[in-house]
């Protein structure tokens, strides 16, 4: 697409939507004049191509298209199965699965659509089967209630919340935890990284139906291998929630035991993360969970969004592109010049440093809540957020960590020499804030003292380094 066709696309559409609703034409250019001067350093976000954003404004939207390709129970569809096969296909080349169901609308959805088939594929329920093969009107009330009292209370051990696991691993904030009985492993209190034998002494213990490995905020890599070989030894199925790292499994970085697909029974993940996509979910399974997966709508989903499949198509089709394996490297090096950078400033990193695109720094060593300390950056330009260190004091609100990630401003094209000066302006953020006082003078956990000046210098500061990088440089609003 030529420069001129994507500022023409981009006012066209604002121009449309200004005619009906100004205040959301305004709040979308305002959004990119927003995106544009931002230091955005949240791990989990990224900046989509023009040709992805695009491909989701469209009548695609408007259509249902419950089932699956070439098998809908609405009629019209063949417009959807195109894109919906196409997203699958590339989904399957970028990451060698043999099956890829691209319908899920979130990273939450993905991991529901995998518990279910990991649940209809596992437990040994007479009632199920009787539904599974449409033999629903021969089920008694008696058997819906086996059904219900066996698919409940199943187990999982997912990765706890405090060292880096996701509140959809079996949290109770989040339905897993209330669906299944969960127990986590954490990691090794000295070096903050996992203690494979301690995760199979677990799994040894517990015996789980489901052990899961992914990450929100461990920022190290995981071995896939290992953690298949626990799984095979206590009979549970190995599922992967690659939602933060997949767009680093599509650039081949993290490879044979890093690389979760070939070692995983069931991989989810999302699309909007490192892998740079619309915002939404996948799952890649092997033949013997694949007809489970393809359930999910209307087991756990609603009606897929063909627009979002289609943007996910474009998407997965330049993660295929030789340019993103370059990407994808340069995110990791960015988070590692950034890691090298606040080392040497005096920071303390949970885990030490980083192999993959996040950094977790334990604000406590600069005296500091989480919660401090994300309000400090954000007040002097720096988008990050706050985040549990591993047996954290602070609790999950207040926390005790600053999660900062590199896939966005990777993007934008800022390299290492930027990256040490990221890690200068945090640095010095945080060393020259203090804790602040509530109404009785007693500590407060939120409120914090930063000067002004140094404010305003570090945004200053922040906005310079970001303007050679300029943001959807062919995109002019006028
Ligand atoms: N899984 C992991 C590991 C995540 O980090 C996240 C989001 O932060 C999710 C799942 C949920 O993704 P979504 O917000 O798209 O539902």
Not at 84 to 90: F, I, K, N, Q
Not at 243 to 259: E, Y
Not at 424 to 438: A, R
Request: charged share 20%; with cysteine.
């Amino acid at each position: 697409m030529s420069r001129n066709a994507e500022s023409t696309a981009f006012r066209s559409a604002l121009e449309v939507v200004r005619g009906v609703e100004p205040r959301v034409a305004d709040a979308i250019a305002a959004e990119l004049a927003d995106q544009r001067e931002s230091l955005k350093l949240i791990a989990s976000e990224n900046y989509a191509s023009p040709a992805t954003l695009l491909a989701m404004g469209n009548w695609f939207s408007d259509k249902y298209a419950e089932g699956t390709v070439g098998r809908r129970f609405y009629a019209g569809c063949q417009n959807v199965d195109t894109v919906e096969a196409l997203a699958a296909e590339h989904a399957r080349e970028l990451f060698g699965a043999s099956h890829a169901y691209v319908q899920p609308h979130s990273g939450i959805d993905a991991n529901l659509v995998a518990f279910w088939a990991i649940l209809a594929d596992r437990v040994e329920s007479p009632a199920l089967r009787k539904a599974q093969a449409r033999q629903v009107n021969d089920l008694t009330e008696a058997d819906w209630f086996a059904l219900r009292r066996e698919l409940g209370n199943q187990r999982m051990l997912g990765m706890s919340l405090d060292a880096g696991g996701h509140l959809t691993h079996g949290f109770r904030p989040n339905i897993s935890g209330k669906m299944f009985d969960q127990r986590s492993y954490g990691t090794d209190p000295a070096t903050g990284l996992i203690d494979y034998d301690r995760v199979a002494e677990a799994a040894r213990e517990f015996k789980p139906l489901i052990l899961v490995a992914g990450y929100s905020a461990y920022p190290r890599k995981v071995n896939f291998r290992i953690m298949r070989e626990i799984a095979d030894s206590v009979g549970a199925t190995f599922m992967v929630d690659m939602a933060h790292f997949a767009g680093l499994v599509a650039g081949k970085v993290f490879t044979g035991d890093f690389d979760p697909v070939p070692h995983a029974h069931i991989v989810t993940t999302t699309t909007h993360k490192s892998l740079r996509g619309p915002r939404g979910g996948m799952v890649l399974c092997g033949p013997e969970l694949a007809d489970q997966v393809d359930r999910g709508c209307p087991m756990v989903l609603g009606g897929p969004l063909p627009h979002v499949m289609a943007a996910k198509a474009v998407a997965l089709a330049e993660a295929r592109r030789p340019g993103f394996a370059d990407y994808a490297q340069r995110i990791v090096d960015n988070a590692q010049a950034l890691a090298d950078g606040l080392l040497r400033r005096g920071a303390t990193l949970v885990t030490g440093g980083t192999d993959n695109h996040l950094v977790l720094i334990d604000v406590s060593g600069y005296g500091l809540t989480g919660r401090q300390a994300e309000q400090a950056l954000l007040d002097s330009g720096i988008v990050t957020n706050r985040n549990s260190v591993p047996q954290d004091p602070n609790g999950a609100w207040y926390t005790s960590g600053i999660r900062i990630g590199t896939p966005a401003l990777t993007t934008r094209g800022l390299g290492a020499a930027e990256m040490d000066a990221t890690a200068e302006l945090i640095h010095t953020v945080l060393s020259q804030t203090t804790p602040g006082t509530g109404p009785d003078g007693a500590p407060s956990k939120a409120k914090y003292v930063l000067d002004p000046a140094v404010a305003e210098s570090v945004g200053k500061q922040a906005a310079d380094l970001l303007t050679p990088f300029p943001l959807y440089p062919a995109v002019d609003l006028g």
